[in-house]
Structures are given as C-alpha cells and as structure tokens.
Nanobody, 123 residues
Framework: QVQLVESGGGLVQPGGSLRLSCAAS????????MGWYRQAPGKQRDLVAA???????NYEDSVKGRFTISRDNAKNTVYLQMNSLKPEDTAVYYC?????????????????WGQGTQVTVSS
C-alpha cells in the first residue's frame, strides 16, 4: 500500500502565502503522476496542479501565475507553493498519486489520496 501524508495548511490573510507538502511512502515502485486537488464546501473536488504521467505540469486556470508545484523525486514528495492567496482559494486540499507498487513479488497499480489539509484565506 501507498500512503500520502499532507502538511502545511492553515489560516492566512488574503495576499498571503502557504506551502503544502505531500510525502508518499510504502512499497513504491514508480510514481507516474502526482498532484494537488481541492474541494470547497458544497463543491466537487477539482484539480489544482499536478505532474502528469508524461512529465508535464497542469494548473487550474485560476491559480496560474500564483501557485507553483514542485517535487523531490528522491523523497517521493510534491510541494505546492501558493502565493497571492484569495478567499476563493479556501478549501480542503488533497494530494493524489498514481503509479505502481511492488509487494509479495508482484507489481500493483495504485491510486492513493491523502487525508486532506485545510486552507483558509480570510481576514
């Protein structure tokens, strides 16, 4: 199994910054894609930023120029630097990773989610 642990959420004033971290652990053979999603109350979970299986980065339009996703492959960790935060960025942010694990002598596909971290932008 592959576990994802997020950290870095909190309360910040409009215009402020936060940095989220997500570390993957377990019997990881390869991570193909990894990124961040968010879900505001009463809304669906949407992509914020992610590294795709082809190695490209995708950003939701409203965060382009404000958020930056980065990664440390050696640590199986992705980061989300969020600048110029707005009240509409308030949501629970979830990390997701897809790839292949290896256990019991076999390879297994995985699609794992973290527990979520709350980001609140308010004055």
């Amino acid at each position: 199994q592959v576990q994802l642990v997020e950290s870095g959420g909190g309360l910040v004033q409009p215009g402020g910054s936060l940095r989220l971290s997500c570390a993957a652990s377990g019997s990881i053979h390869r991570i193909n894609a990894m990124g961040w999603y968010r879900q505001a109350p009463g809304k669906q979970r949407d992509l914020v930023a992610a590294f795709t299986s082809s190695g490209r980065t995708n950003y939701e339009d409203s965060v382009k120029g404000r958020f930056t996703i980065s990664r440390d492959n050696a640590k199986n960790t992705v980061y989300l630097q969020m600048n110029s935060l707005k009240p509409e960025d308030t949501a629970v942010y979830y990390c997701n990773a897809e790839g292949t694990s290896f256990s019991g002598g076999y390879y297994h596909p995985f699609d794992s989610w973290g527990q979520g971290t709350q980001v609140t932008v308010s004055s």
